[in-house]
């Protein structure tokens, strides 16, 4: 988990904030049993390491924090509602640290977004407690934007299968922003693979590095189903060529994969099965443009048993 979380904060790498792997770390916390405990113990360990060293990794880590929230479950909740927990975030702006006002209004803000959001729950009391503290003491927080927070949702886990439809099928406007938006996430990963591949010697990886890309690795398999599904119904040839040129980025980049994973043992590596369009499942119901469009931003969910 906290080779995940360095991934996903890393400021030298990320230009802005990598969703994908937000959303990769929520269905880690959602689908293994020490999940949540890990996440906050990373989160926790990141914030404390870079408070007035790296003021981005810090932002990166609270939208990490704050994504969990939104898309995690009760035993995630009540970690991050404890007393305990929110009282060390109280102290990252308390005056031991000379915090950035944007960092200071943003932990401010969350606070007080958990404290409103979950103010009816008897089992994550702590934060109510802590937030109701700090107005009595006369903390003032940042007025709430309600045409721009979203909402505490913890949506239930489930994948369909994917079917074939009919036809290629015309994107929306509005859609293909979207469209274009998630495949830049793409690019940002095969990115980040393609330049650990180049720069680690085999055999000379630390045990984070060799963590790092076996997850990249897994993480951009399922990203290749996904565009192969996209190629099949989306009908803009402008689209449809940049989703071709990316599915031969991957098979490009798995076998330089493997030829990594060959050269650091010394053994025959096992042999690469391609990813092609004829491995893509067919089901039993149809799925529209749209609804396979909204999945784009689970890109890089890898499914942890």
Partial sequence: ?????KLATNATILATENWGLNMEICDFVNNTEDGAKDAVRAIRRRLHANMCKNNAI????????????KNCGHNFHVLVCSKDFV??????????????????ERILSLIQAWADAFR???DLQGVVQVYEELVTKGVTFPATNLDTMA???TPKQGYEVVTQVDGPLTATPEQLVKLRSDLDVVNSNLKIFREMLTEIVPGRETTEELHLLNDLHATCKQMQ???LDLIRIVGNEEVTYELLVMNDDFNSIFEKYERFM??????????TIPVTGDLIDV????ITLEEQLSRMSLFLIIMTA
Avoid: W
């Fill in 262 to 271: 060959t050269n650091r043992t010394g053994d025959k590596a096992a042999p």
């Fill in 151 to 153: 909402p505490i949702i």
């Fill in 58 to 69: 810090v932002m990166y880590t609270l939208t990490v924090l704050e994504t969990c929230v």
């Fill in 87 to 104: 009282q060390d975030l109280v102290k990252l702006i308390g005056s031991k640290f000379d915090t950035p006002q944007i960092i200071h």
């Fill in 1 to 5: 988990m906290k080779f995940k979380i």
């Fill in 283 to 286: 089901g039993q119901t149809e």
């Fill in 225 to 227: 189903l996904r565009v």
């Fill in 120 to 122: 009816d729950h008897p």
